[in-house]
Every structure is written in structure tokens, then in C-alpha cells.
């Protein structure tokens, strides 16, 4: 069964990661774009600049920085157009891969859409 992945864009492509989309608002250093393998680029999606400031990568904001870049997602306009392209390739039985340039694998917002893109299809 097809899945939603997160992986870091510093890490090499790979033939399990289907459709590749970059979910930054800020291309990552260092990265070109043929070593990125792109898809998409959904930089829309990303936390508001405003919130990825605040935010700042601070384990300790994690829990709230969740919150509200889940109500950003519930409440902007870019989000259910990506659901319909993420719902589309998983249907296809194509992986979709949200990547991201965050060094913390754990504490990144990529982490909270995916698991807020499997809750909205729950739905």
C-alpha cells in the first residue's frame, strides 16, 4: 500500500519515494536541482514565515507550533488542492514523499503534514 514518507532533502533520491514534492517555503542550502529530483515544490504549504520564526526549529515550541500550523493548514486555501494531488498518487499505488531541510527528524513541521494529510483522509 502506497504511504505518505518524510525525508530529509540532503538525503539521496530513491526508487520507493514516488512522487517527490519539497513542502519549504525557502529552498535548502546547498541543494541544486537535479540532485533535489523534484516533482513539485509546494512552498505554500509551508508554515507561514511568521510561524516558522517563532517556531525556530525549539523542541520546546513543538507541541504548540503543531497546533497552529495545523489550524493554518485547516484554514488556507493551498492545502486541499495538494490533498487531491496526494490522493491521486497514493490511489495510483504511488508513494508521495513530503521532503524537507530541517536537520531534526522528529521536530519539523513536515512531520505534522503528514500527519495531518492522513487525518483529513481519514475524513
Known amino acids: 500500500m ?13 526508487a520507493d519515494d514516488g512522487f517527490r514534492v519539497l513542502v519549504d517555503r525557502l529552498w535548502p542550502r ?17 508554515p507561514s514565515p511568521e510561524l516558522r520564526t517563532w517556531f525556530g526549529h525549539k523542541a520546546e515550541h ?3 507550533f503543531a ?12 492545502a486541499p488542492t495538494h490533498m487531491v494531488t496526494v490522493a491521486e498518487h497514493l ?6 514523499t513530503l521532503l524537507y531541510g530541517a536537520k531534526d527528524p522528529a521536530v519539523n513541521h513536515a512531520r505534522v503534514l503528514q500527519e495531518w ?3 483529513m483522509m481519514d475524513k
Not at 91 to 96: I, Q
Open 62 to 64: 513543538f507541541e504548540e
Open 30 to 46: 546547498g541543494i541544486s536541482k537535479d540532485r533535489a529530483a523534484l516533482d513539485d515544490w509546494w512552498k505554500d504549504i509551508a
Open 91 to 96: 490511489a495510483a499505488g504511488e508513494n508521495v
Open 117 to 119: 494529510m492522513y487525518a
Open 2 to 14: 502506497a504511504e505518505i514518507q518524510i525525508k530529509r532533502i540532503y538525503e539521496a533520491a530513491a
Open 67 to 78: 497546533v497552529k500550523y495545523r489550524v493554518e493548514l485547516s484554514t488556507g486555501r493551498a
